[in-house]
């Protein structure tokens, strides 16, 4: 099973991001097209998951761009990496459970690469660091699945502006904050993006038939 992979230099248009992945999925599903990985960055947009409520938004000046993944309210902009996929788990075990445990296992091993600690928490979707006795969100994981295809992906936060985020309750998530990579150590991250594909693509093995 070979996967396209696709890295883009350049902050991306999200709703052409989106359509791109779309017209995938709609290949895949029928056979027309390989898998999909694809790692870039997002001009500045606050979107919302199939379940966000209106009351999640602070500011209400904002455009929401409304999204078919899971989850809540966010935002994105650049300094946060984007790891988009269309996976066929018809291909695989269809276990969805099991692949969100691959994506928030290869998240956590990245940043340990890092020497930075992360966890999952069952309560809450997304990847979590302790940062000065908080609990503060470093990843956010939005997926959908259609016809045993995952499709949609995870955003890292490297050194985005997180201001942004007052702007909303992000994820639905209240008394909880955000944060990135550069707050939590100042070291480099350019080779985040490879380090992050690598164990996503080791993990997603377990998932083999």
Not at 14 to 26: C, T
Request: some cysteine.
């Amino acid at each position: 099973m070979t996967i396209e992979i696709k890295k883009s230099k350049k902050p991306i248009d999200y709703a052409l991001a989106i359509k791109d992945l779309e017209k995938r999925l709609a290949l895949v599903k029928n056979n027309k097209g390989r898998e999909l990985i694809w790692i870039l960055e997002h001009k500045e947009v606050f979107t919302g998951g199939s379940s966000y409520n209106k009351k999640e938004i602070i500011d209400k000046s904002i455009k929401i761009i409304n999204t078919k993944r899971g989850g809540k309210i966010t935002h994105h902009s650049p300094g946060q990496l984007i790891f988009y996929f269309v996976i066929d788990l018809n291909k695989r075990k269809k276990d969805i459970r099991k692949f969100i445990n691959i994506i928030e296992k290869s998240i956590i091993e990245t940043l340990n690469e890092y020497k930075i600690d992360s966890f999952s928490d069952r309560e809450n979707i997304g990847i979590w660091i302790k940062q000065k006795g908080l609990q503060k969100k470093i990843a956010a994981i939005g997926i959908r699945v259609s016809k045993w295809i995952a499709f949609h992906g995870f955003a890292i936060n490297i050194n985005n502006d997180l201001n942004p985020y007052k702007k909303i309750i992000p994820c639905g998530i209240k008394n909880k904050e955000i944060t990135n990579l550069i707050s939590i150590k100042k070291q480099s991250y350019i080779s985040l993006k490879n380090k992050i594909l690598k164990n996503f693509i080791k993990n997603l093995k377990t998932l083999n038939v």
